[in-house]
């Protein structure tokens, strides 16, 4: 692998991650490649030579018991933890462990946590309106008029997410599941190519985790999600490929259905 994704770059890129060849090179069909990472704390390995790649537009489902390095996994991705070793690549030449985790956003890589983080005194339009992608240095573009194509973006990301008819709202009166959809078109306001989701449904009534299924379903093909998940409903609704994390590396791969029925998954996860 590690061949492959040099091939492709110049080498002549300096050690600072903004200064990196521009552009997401996904020519290989693949938008992220972990390749041998190993991240230990206090002696314990929270990766243990972790490979694994996403293709573009794919959805995939990460599954595995608590500990796993599920969530050391997407730190590592957004810059929040460095790997003692192995690389990460973002496209085959945007090295994601040379980047602060503002650069990585920047990028297109966004992440969203368990709970929601959204503005709560404000209106659902104005929360998504904070989260576009534009300068806003000296906060000259803060709440400041939109354009017609600005505009046009929100209220094509509130029919997305289900609240178009909560625009004026304030965030903090939404139930639990659309503040979960709110914070997921903040993300999509940043124009990312990669989504990572931590277990996005927790909490949810089973309507809104059907609908959940429904956008994210909806957004594969125009982005890639990575879906981090312990619910099997949502992930049977989901389709598509699921890896099973444990001990910090991929102990298995394929549809759910031969996940679920592996002797090894059930041993360390399902049968627990």
């Given at each position: 692998?590690?061949?492959?994704?040099e091939?492709?770059?110049?080498?002549s890129a300096?050690?600072?991650?903004?200064?990196?060849?521009?552009g997401?090179?996904i020519?290989h069909?693949v938008?992220?490649?972990?390749d041998?990472i190993?991240?230990s704390f206090?002696g314990?390995k929270?990766l243990?030579?972790?490979?694994?790649?996403?293709d573009a537009?794919?959805?995939?489902?990460i599954?595995?018991?608590?500990?796993?390095g599920?969530t050391?996994?997407?730190?590592?991705?957004?810059?929040?933890?460095r790997?003692d070793s192995?690389?990460?690549?973002?496209?085959?030449?945007?090295?994601?462990?040379?980047?602060?985790?503002?650069?990585?956003a920047?990028a297109?890589?966004?992440?969203?946590?368990q709970k929601p983080?959204?503005?709560?005194n404000?209106?659902?339009?104005?929360n998504?309106?904070?989260a576009?992608?534009m300068d806003k240095?000296a906060?000259?573009?803060l709440?400041?008029?939109?354009?017609?194509?600005?505009?046009?973006?929100?209220?094509d990301t509130?029919?997305?997410?289900r609240?178009?008819h909560?625009?004026?709202?304030l965030?903090g009166?939404?139930?639990?599941?659309?503040?979960?959809w709110?914070?997921?078109?903040?993300?999509l306001?940043?124009e990312?190519?990669?989504?990572l989701?931590?277990?996005?449904?927790?909490?949810?009534?089973?309507?809104?985790?059907e609908?959940?299924?429904?956008?994210?379903?909806?957004?594969?093909?125009?982005?890639s999600?990575?879906?981090?998940?312990?619910?099997?409903?949502f992930?049977?609704?989901?389709?598509?490929?699921v890896?099973v994390?444990?001990?910090?590396?991929?102990l298995a791969e394929?549809?759910?259905?031969?996940?679920?029925?592996?002797?090894r998954?059930?041993?360390v996860?399902?049968?627990?």
């Amino acid at each position: 692998m590690n061949t492959k994704i040099e091939s492709h770059w110049d080498g002549s890129a300096p050690a600072t991650g903004h200064m990196l060849q521009p552009g997401l090179d996904i020519s290989h069909k693949v938008v992220l490649y972990l390749d041998d990472i190993s991240v230990s704390f206090d002696g314990f390995k929270a990766l243990n030579n972790l490979s694994l790649t996403i293709d573009a537009g794919e959805l995939r489902c990460i599954i595995g018991p608590n500990g796993a390095g599920k969530t050391t996994m997407m730190d590592v991705i957004t810059g929040k933890t460095r790997p003692d070793s192995g690389t990460c690549f973002f496209g085959q030449t945007i090295d994601l462990t040379r980047m602060t985790e503002p650069e990585i956003a920047h990028a297109g890589i966004g992440r969203k946590f368990q709970k929601p983080t959204i503005f709560e005194n404000h209106t659902v339009f104005e929360n998504l309106e904070l989260a576009m992608k534009m300068d806003k240095r000296a906060f000259t573009s803060l709440f400041a008029w939109l354009g017609k194509e600005g505009r046009d973006k929100i209220s094509d990301t509130l029919r997305l997410i289900r609240l178009d008819h909560e625009a004026d709202r304030l965030a903090g009166l939404l139930s639990h599941g659309q503040k979960q959809w709110l914070e997921i078109g903040m993300l999509l306001m940043q124009e990312p190519r990669l989504l990572l989701l931590d277990e996005p449904v927790a909490g949810m009534t089973d309507d809104e985790t059907e609908r959940t299924g429904e956008l994210f379903k909806s957004l594969a093909g125009k982005h890639s999600l990575v879906v981090v998940e312990h619910d099997m409903a949502f992930i049977e609704q989901l389709g598509g490929k699921v890896t099973v994390l444990h001990e910090g590396s991929v102990l298995a791969e394929g549809n759910l259905a031969d996940v679920q029925a592996d002797p090894r998954v059930i041993e360390v996860y399902l049968g627990r």
